[in-house]
């Protein structure tokens, strides 16, 4: 029970920094049970008197791109269902991939409400680059570096804002 939050995108765009980020006030509660479930970890995150839960989606990395396909029409599959809130996660330095751009178009299409979390937003000069993810047409886009945290209290504002 509870609202519940899922990080989406393609491998390496930082969806298990953030996690882990998005926990570390609450010592992770990483449910890791069965074979279904071992491609995701769940865990419970406090911000302003708030609880939410967390799905990490995505646990492994291959370079087949067709796995990349199959793994990300999952976790949208993952999330579409057990979530009440999508964070769609991009990776800045890199930049809009095919898969980024796939990825946004079943989003966009999804019932449940998205957020663009453009990643990696270490400096200045990222800033500046990642203006160019409105592209995606996202109406919600937050910038952070889940790496140094800068950013994330503004994603968790809005975030527990929405429960
Ligand atoms: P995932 O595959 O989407 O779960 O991505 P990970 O969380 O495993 O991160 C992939 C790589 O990106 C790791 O080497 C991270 O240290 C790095 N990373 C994650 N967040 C940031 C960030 O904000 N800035 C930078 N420069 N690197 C990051
Ligand atoms: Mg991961």
Redesign the pocket.
């Known amino acids: 029970a509870g609202f519940t939050v899922a990080i989406v995108?393609r491998?390496?765009?930082?969806?298990?920094?953030?996690f882990n980020r998005l926990l570390e006030q609450r010592k992770a509660i990483v449910d890791d049970v069965s074979g279904v479930t071992r491609d995701r970890q769940y865990g419970v995150a406090d911000w302003n008197g708030k609880s939410f839960n967390v799905i990490?989606t995505?646990g492994f990395?291959s370079r087949s791109e067709d796995v990349f396909e199959r793994e990300i029409r999952k976790q949208v599959k993952i999330a579409m269902e057990e979530a009440n809130l999508l964070l769609f996660?991009c990776d800045v330095?890199t930049g809009i991939t095919d898969l980024d751009a796939e990825m946004a178009d079943i989003l966009r299409r999804s019932s449940k409400p998205v957020i663009l979390v453009v990643?990696?937003?270490?400096n200045a000069t990222r800033q500046l680059e990642a203006t160019e993810f409105y592209s995606l047409g996202f109406e919600k886009v937050f910038f952070?570096?889940?790496?140094?945290g800068s950013g994330s209290g503004e994603l968790l504002d809005e975030i527990t804002g929405q429960i």
């Open positions: 995108g491998p390496n765009v930082g969806k298990s920094t953030l990490d995505g990395v996660m330095a990643n990696k937003v270490d952070m570096s889940s790496m140094s």
